[in-house]
């Protein structure tokens, strides 16, 4: 897709900039997403260089080679995301979401995350229903988290209030972009180069798609973003109908309504490991494949993937461990076992099943099925 199809497929959007402006701003998402893959990766060549020159490659270099890679393919996946969400083909199925208590779930999926990173998140969130596609919103909350973690320092607030007029829920995200010791120094804020990421433009676009107004500010090293919701519901709504709420749109298999999903896939053979990949590959979903419950866990302890995809024959006392330490902390974290035999499928809560399961026979035509039934459960 060329950038003249994007600008004709755009979304209409009371949010989004003005048509003169799109064709700079994707010059500038263009040259974004070159400058997000070619920076890591360029360091990536070099390290490999090194390595093919010594013979020898130690721990923290390759796990330094790792997450440039990694980076890279992060910033790939962004830009696909940010072209499926700038084109007319997504459809929304509105219903009536407490904000709130989304968002506590995705901060609570991403605890480990932030601690990792040293960053505390403070939220005040007062309740407020809102009217929009659950996916959407979902891919909205975990954006503006990505954004700000790559930007803040320490801590990041949250607020949700409600604008007097018009009755507008308002989701705030506000921290320092820079050290409180250099904010007194007279040097210049942040550069809008360092804040116009790949993430803040998906940002941007995820909130154009939804028909939210997006704006951002920055004084004195101090950003703030904040995201309105037009549509909030209140007692007068009580009445409106199903028909009303969602306008007559509903969620085609093209829309790939939970893309940039997570989703991590533990299998000791090569064999199914590919299997399982190229059965929800058409997904949109960021996928990571490991060979081991421990390489698993080693995997979980600095951040939680939005879902698991074990093989059955794995199915023993170390996942039922690693089950437990993330079902304490997310009670309906998402687990899909891969039954050794069989075309039979199953999702969690039938049948007193406490995970998702699909048997071996039926990986391509059951799977995603079945993953999109645990992933659209836990949002």
Request: hydrophobic letters at 45%.
């Amino acid at each position: 897709m060329d950038m003249s199809e994007i600008n004709r497929n755009a979304a209409p959007s009371p949010a989004a900039p003005a048509d003169h402006r799109d064709a700079d701003r994707w010059r500038d998402v263009v040259n974004a997403v070159g400058s997000e893959i070619a920076v890591p990766l360029t360091a990536a060549l070099e390290r490999i260089h090194a390595l093919i020159t010594s013979g020898r490659i130690d721990k923290a270099s390759l796990r330094a080679l790792r997450e440039e890679v990694e980076s890279a393919r992060h910033a790939g996946m962004l830009a696909q995301q940010l072209t499926r969400f700038a084109s007319a083909r997504l459809r929304q199925s509105h219903e009536r979401l407490a904000l709130g208590d989304m968002l506590q779930s995705v901060l609570a999926h991403r605890t480990r995350e932030t601690q990792a990173r040293g960053i505390t998140l403070s939220p005040q969130l007062k309740p407020a229903d809102v009217i929009v596609d659950a996916s959407l919103l979902f891919s909205l909350l975990n954006t503006l988290l990505d954004w700000s973690m790559s930007q803040a320092r320490s801590q990041i607030a949250f607020t949700i209030d409600m604008k007097a007029w018009p009755a507008h829920a308002r989701l705030s995200c506000r921290f320092a972009h820079r050290p409180a010791d250099e904010l007194d120094d007279g040097a210049p804020g942040p550069a809008a180069a360092e804040l116009d990421s790949l993430s803040w433009r998906l940002l941007e676009q995820t909130a154009w798609t939804m028909g939210l107004p997006i704006s951002r500010t920055e004084n004195r090293g101090e950003v703030q973003v904040a995201i309105e919701f037009p549509r909030t519901a209140h007692e007068q709504m009580e009445g409106v109908s199903a028909i009303e709420m969602d306008q007559g749109f509903g969620l085609s298999s093209n829309s790939k309504p939970l893309a940039g999903s997570h989703v991590l896939v533990v299998a000791s053979r090569r064999e199914m490991r590919v299997r399982v990949r190229d059965a929800i590959r058409h997904m949109g979903l960021v996928i990571d494949l490991v060979s081991s419950v421990d390489e698993a866990h080693d995997f979980c302890r600095e951040g939680l993937p939005h879902a698991i995809i074990v093989e059955g024959i794995l199915n023993g006392e170390r996942l039922r461990q690693l089950r437990a330490q993330i079902c304490a902390e997310l009670p309906d974290f998402p687990f899909v076992e891969i039954i050794e035999e069989g075309s039979a499928f199953a999702m969690s809560g039938f049948g007193g099943a406490s995970m998702g399961r699909v048997g071996r026979d039926a990986l391509e035509s059951a799977l995603p099925s079945v993953l999109m039934f645990e992933l659209s459960r836990s949002l």
